[in-house]
């Protein structure tokens, strides 16, 4: 019972630790695995955390992480990624080590925004807010600097999983109805995404967004 | 009067007055012995070497003992010079005296007719150079302080364009002497600010005052401007990698191992003596300032081809990591932590002295090769450890020590530092606990670099084969050289093998600067270095050192004893290509190529490339300084076209002078008429 | 320094010279189970040294003393830095002569030697292989420093038996920034030691080589010295792993009972490391050499933010 403290933090250290390998990551496939490895630890620590706290909304939560983070969606990318055949990815357009001592300073940066707030906090997880923050800037970070969609969509995801893990830790989950119209806006949103994804392939013959810059007035 | 008469009452300021005296007998003997080389070479040299041993031997004494002043009757009247002996400026001048000392006895050996300026000028402008230095610690108002600065700048000036008849020595001894004064000018209101009014520049009267923060701050943002021109901060550092290798090489031995100590002396001395608090923000600025100074000097010193100028910049990555030591004690004494700030300050000011011996010793090696075989580019040489192996080995002893590996003296003052980074998870502000820690990174990131550098510096130019044939006939150093280079590795051996002893020197200097020590505790572990408790870090380089050379024998002799140690001699292994030759070793551009990669966005780099229709291909790689463009070139320009309208003012024709002056009589009389 | 502590650190440095070619050689095993080779004897490292000390040392015409010596040098490092480390006990006298960042030091000593003496012979593969081993050095060594202060913040202290022994009577707690540490140190390890995906201990093709090169100019005596300390040197960086992330079964001092029962608890711990490292590298293909500095830059900002981790979480 008092490791339960302990593991969660370790979880949270766990997901802080696979948004730094997303964005070191070059091959796409396994871009997708991380991305379902970090949903899983999610959907871990929502259970401890209603364990401890005996809140069922938090059970509800985890499994709905589960079915749509951590089987649905890497499904759909998957399939996607095969119909498009996307297998490698291009360089980052800044180069890795650059990007980690960003991530650096945006993991500082959290860290002592988060630090007076968690010790108001009164979920014992309220120490992960910090690392729920740097999740969330990572992953946009990562959004920002890649240059083909597939990763971008990813890394949209997995900043939602930083924000449903914050929520998670700082306040014991956000209301039921917020949890299920998020749910249902990124699903709905993976999909116009695949259509999107599509689109630009038959326009370009390509995946790389900088294409998109041809659609300018010039 | 009468105690001036009698040596054995001389107090400790007496005997460095008479040493510094003597000095300048020294320089003045010079002047009547111009071309003289022999006399100048072995007499005044060694002389001076032998009153540097004095000086070391004096300030060795007073750490220990109270301060003492004295006032000169020089200068003007209504302003004699003040001079003061306490803990710090003896440090200092002990620092000053053992490095010069085995610089003197190289230069002994080194200096050589024809090369410019007589032997018996470069004497003189050499003992007024030390005398400056050591006046420049002693000095306790600002105005003899200021004199002697430019005293010394002056004199260094001269000697580093020695060689005068080379336009790039003059044009690199011009930019030392005008950075040098932009910081003078730095330094003076800095002391202006100081005085706060009264009219009194003596240093006692500055330390009666009570600061203002903002004008505490802005004295020490002034003073760090002026030093940290002297000292070679980023984005002020410009001068150093011109001076110090145009300079012949026992003058950049001087250069880079104590002249640049005076400006952490001066930085020292304005922040915990002549201000009496210290802000916490000044601590971030030195540490940042610190911290890009080291990184960018040794990124630059990876990708040279010139050893000296690889040395220049090593010298400015130590000079970083000097600040950043003092900015971490500076923002410990600024929240009251004095056992920390003693730690940090300890482990600045144990820098100070190996940076003084092992930097020395490496531009002395240097200077023996240059001398031996004439060349200072490292694509031109190599395999010297055959040809003059005195020099090898004693400089590996610098690049080892500079590389910071125990058991000499670079690691102990690390090691130091980065016990001193531990201890920050005390701080009180959050942000700043959680930056200490990768700003230890970077410290460490850029010691592992130094190592690196040093492999480059001392592998190919002592090791492998020689890259032109002419260095065959290069010849090993003279006993002069040798004797010089011998104390210095001495210093160095010492300063890594005894550093309970050596920290029991520093203690009396941290405790007037900070009001704590770690005296108490490092005398109490005997052999080994604790700074704090034994079970929290110890370090015994003795033993260090002894295990390492017991496993080393053990293995010889049993190896020896069980099998046998026989050897055969034969051609290298060339996987099966018969014609290698020495051209086929890693380049200098080559060894440091991996670190222009790494840190590209550091260098200005031009390239040539060739094209696969060149007959004759070339490759050409160009380093350049971001700052020189960035920072002194606008400037420049923008002084240029200023001077430019400045100058319409003169259209040659009298009637316009006239003019001039008539409508300035105009406005004299309408400004006193009202 | 009692009779109980001297015999603890003479165990130590025996346990280390005779284990290391030993675990050399169960990697290799492993390694050849996990590709479907069959696997060269276990003792074969010992056969490989007895050998390399009969033969004659062949040297270059133009190798210089520093090329000689170099090879005791390192080895002299290697021993102390198996003496220092707690493998079987904390009862180390000799540890208080070196603590973390000395020990560090130790390792950057050793490879600014074995660089410098690859360099004195002066042909293209020495400098190739000075370079590259520098080159892996500059950023494993921060990162392997920032791995032991991560270790240092929990337990309050560079010494590594204080570590060791903070550690290890914690309570079964599990310390996030411990984990970030852990692994950071197992990627510096592979890169030190020399091992896929860094570098292939196996290559004959001298322009994929870092450690090889290096050694390319020694034979006989001094070949064997070499590989001896590089055995020692995988040995001394599995037990610091073990002592920092599984510290159960080091005696304290003053327990000789518990001193007998470390030996088998760590030949069982070194056994399971050796198989973890040699699925590693079955897992994983070498790297380019310019991809190197990135995953070392990720050890090393991985075991930062160990450090920050740690700050926020306060543990």
């Known amino acids: 019972m008092k490791y339960i403290p302990q593991l969660i933090n370790l979880l949270a250290a766990g997901i802080l630790l696979l948004s730094f390998a997303m964005i070191s990551q070059r091959r796409i496939a396994s871009l997708i695995n991380i991305f379902a490895l970090q949903g899983a630890a999610l959907v871990a620590a929502s259970v401890l955390l209603g364990y401890t706290s005996s809140n069922a909304d938090l059970y509800v939560s985890a499994g709905l992480t589960l079915v749509l983070k951590v089987l649905l969606i890497p499904w759909l990318l998957y399939r996607v990624i095969h119909r498009l055949n996307v297998r490698w990815d291009v360089e980052p357009l800044i180069n890795v080590p650059t990007l980690m001592i960003v991530g650096i300073g945006l993991v500082i940066f959290s860290f002592s925004l988060a630090l007076p707030i968690s010790r108001l906090s009164a979920s014992i997880a309220g120490g992960s807010l910090g690392i ?36 998670t830790a700082a306040t014991g989950g956000m209301p039921m109805i917020v949890e299920f119209g998020i749910a249902l806006d990124v699903l709905v949103g993976i999909l116009i995404l695949g259509v999107f994804m599509f689109q630009i392939r038959e326009q370009f013959d390509s995946l790389d967004i900088h294409h998109l810059e041809k659609l300018k007035e010039d | 009067m009468s105690a001036l008469t009698n040596p054995s009452q001389w107090a400790h300021l007496d005997w460095l007055l008479a040493a510094v005296a003597a000095w300048l007998l020294v320089g003045t003997s010079g002047l009547f012995a111009l071309r003289r080389l022999a006399f100048v070479a072995r007499v005044l040299f060694p002389a001076g070497g032998a009153i540097a041993l004095v000086v070391f031997g004096v300030a060795l004494s007073a750490v220990f003992a109270p301060p003492e002043v004295a006032t000169l009757p020089l200068g003007l009247p209504g302003l004699p010079f003040h001079l003061r002996l306490d803990g710090l400026s003896a440090f200092f001048l002990m620092v000053i ?71 790039e020595i003059r044009r690199a001894g011009y930019l030392y002497l005008l950075i040098a004064h932009i910081g003078a000018i730095g330094i003076l209101l800095a002391f202006g600010v100081l005085q706060a009014n009264t009219g009194d520049y003596t240093f006692a009267n500055m330390r009666a005052q009570a600061h ?120 410990f004494s600024a929240y009251g932590m004095k056992p920390m700030a003693a730690l940090a300050l300890t482990a600045a000011l144990y820098h100070v002295a190996s940076h003084a011996f092992f930097k020395s010793l490496l531009f002395l090696g240097t200077g023996a090769v240059l001398h031996a075989t004439g060349e200072r580019s490292l694509g031109k040489l190599g395999g010297l450890i055959r040809y003059m192996p005195w020099v090898t080995w004693l400089t590996l002893f610098g690049a080892l020590a500079c590389a910071g590996l125990p058991p000499l003296g670079g690691f102990v003052s690390e090691w130091l530092l980065l016990q001193s980074f531990l201890f920050t998870p005390g701080l009180p502000s959050s942000f700043l606990n959680m930056l200490i820690p990768v700003v230890a990174a970077l410290i460490a990131l850029v010691a592992a670099l130094s190592g690196y550098v040093m492999v480059k510096f001392f592998g190919v130019v ?68 604790v700074p704090v408790a034994i079970e929290r870090a110890s370090y015994g380089p003795v033993i260090f050192l002894l295990g390492v050379a017991a496993g080393s024998a053990i293995a010889y002799l049993l190896v020896r004893a069980l099998y046998h140690g026989r050897s055969r001699r034969s051609p290298a292994w060339d996987c099966g290509f018969p014609w ?8 200098a551009e080559g060894f440091g190529q991996p670190i222009r990669q790494i840190f590209e966005p550091f260098f200005r780099m031009e390239r040539e490339l060739p094209l696969p229709s060149d007959s004759h291909p070339r490759y050409r790689v160009t380093i350049g300084d971001h700052f020189w463009h960035w920072i002194y070139l606008p400037i420049a320009a923008g002084v240029e076209r200023l001077s430019k309208w400045i100058g319409l003012l003169q259209q040659g024709r009298i009637a316009v002078y006239l003019l001039y002056s008539f409508l300035t009589l105009v406005a004299v009389l309408l400004v006193v008429m009202r | 320094m009692s009779w109980l502590g001297f015999l603890s650190q003479l165990l130590a440095i025996v346990a280390a010279l005779l284990l290391a070619p030993l675990m050399t050689g169960w990697v290799n095993q492993c390694r050849a189970w996990l590709q479907n080779k069959s696997a060269p004897p276990l003792l074969q ?18 190798a210089s003393q520093l090329f000689r010596a170099a090879p005791y040098i390192v080895f002299g490092c290697m021993v102390l830095a198996s003496a220092i480390v707690p493998t079987l006990s904390t009862d180390l006298p000799l540890s208080p002569a070196a603590d973390a960042i000395a020990l560090v030091g130790l390792f950057a000593l050793a490879r600014v030697f074995i660089s410098l003496a690859a360099m004195d012979v002066g042909t293209a593969f020495g400098s190739l292989g000075a370079r590259r081993e520098m080159f892996v050095g500059f ?133 399971v490391g050796g198989a973890a490292l040699a699925f590693l590298e079955t897992i994983s293909a070498k790297m380019r050499i310019f991809r190197v500095p990135e995953f070392l830059a990720t050890a090393f900002m991985l075991a930062v933010i160990g450090l920050l981790v740690s700050i926020l979480l306060g543990a």
């Not at chain 2, 290698?580 to 380049?587: K, N, V």
């Not at chain 3, 030691?193 to 001298?206: G, M, Q, Y």
């Open chain 1, 132 to 167: 729920a923050l740097a999740c969330v800037l990572l992953s946009f970070m990562m959004m920002i600097t890649r240059s083909r969609a597939v990763p971008q969509v990813i890394g949209f995801l997995s900043m939602e999983n930083g924000l449903i893990f914050a929520a």
């Open chain 2, 97 to 167: 005296a053992g490095a010069s000392a085995g610089v003197s006895a190289f230069a002994a050996g080194y200096f050589r007719k024809g090369e410019g300026t007589p032997p018996g000028l470069l004497c003189m402008e050499y003992h007024v150079f030390l005398a400056s230095m050591a006046l420049v610690v002693l000095a306790d108002d600002a105005y003899a302080f200021m004199v002697m600065w430019e005293t010394m700048a002056l004199s260094s000036f001269f000697l580093v364009i020695a060689n005068h008849r080379i336009p």
């Open chain 2, 212 to 331: 203002t923060p903002f004008w505490a701050s802005v004295a020490f943002l002034l003073a760090l401007f002026g030093f940290g021109a002297k000292a070679g901060l980023v984005p002020l550092h410009v001068w150093l990698p011109e001076a110090h290798p145009a300079a012949p090489s026992p003058v950049s031995a001087l250069m880079s191992g104590v002249m640049l100590k005076t400006a952490v002396y001066g930085v020292l001395r304005v922040s915990f003596d002549l201000l009496h608090f210290q802000v916490w923000w000044w601590g971030v600025v030195l540490l940042a300032l610190g911290l890009v100074t080291a990184l960018f000097g040794v990124v630059f010193s990876a990708a040279q081809v010139d050893m000296k100028r690889l040395l220049a910049y090593s010298s400015i990555e130590n000079i970083g990591l000097l600040f950043a030591g003092i900015g971490l004690a500076v923002l």
């Open chain 2, 462 to 529: 002592f090791l492998g084969q020689p890259r032109e044939e002419a260095l065959a006939h290069a010849h090993d150093a003279g006993a002069w050289e040798r004797l010089g280079m011998l104390w210095l590795v001495a210093g160095c051996v010492l300063l890594g093998l005894l550093p309970t002893q050596f920290i029991a020197v520093i203690d009396p200097v941290t405790r007037h600067l900070v009001g704590a020590g770690l005296g108490d505790t490092v005398a109490a572990a005997g052999w080994l270095l």
């Open chain 2, 580 to 587: 290698q030759t020495a051209r086929m070793q890693d380049t």
């Open chain 3, 45 to 62: 490292p010992y056969r490989v040294l007895h050998k390399l000390f009969h033969k004659d040392s062949v040297l270059a015409d133009n």
């Open chain 3, 139 to 271: 950023l494993a060594e921060p990162a392997l420093l920032m791995v032991f202060f991560c270790a240092s913040l929990i337990s309050k202290s560079t010494s590594l038996t204080t570590i060791v022994g903070t550690l290890a009577h914690r309570e079964l707690a599990i310390y996030p920034s411990l984990a970030f540490a852990g692994v950071a140190f197992t990627m510096i390890s592979l890169a030190e030691n020399a091992r896929i995906p860094v570098d292939n201990p196996a290559t004959h093709l001298e322009l994929t080589m870092i450690h090889e090169a290096l050694i390319l100019e020694y034979s006989g005596r001094h070949l064997a010295l070499l590989e001896w300390a590089a055995s020692l040197k995988l040995f001394a960086y599995s037990c610091i792993g073990l002592a920092l992330f599984f510290p159960w079964g080091i005696a304290e001092a003053g327990a000789p009972i518990a001193l007998l029962l470390a030996m088998p608890a760590l030949v069982f711990k070194l056994a």
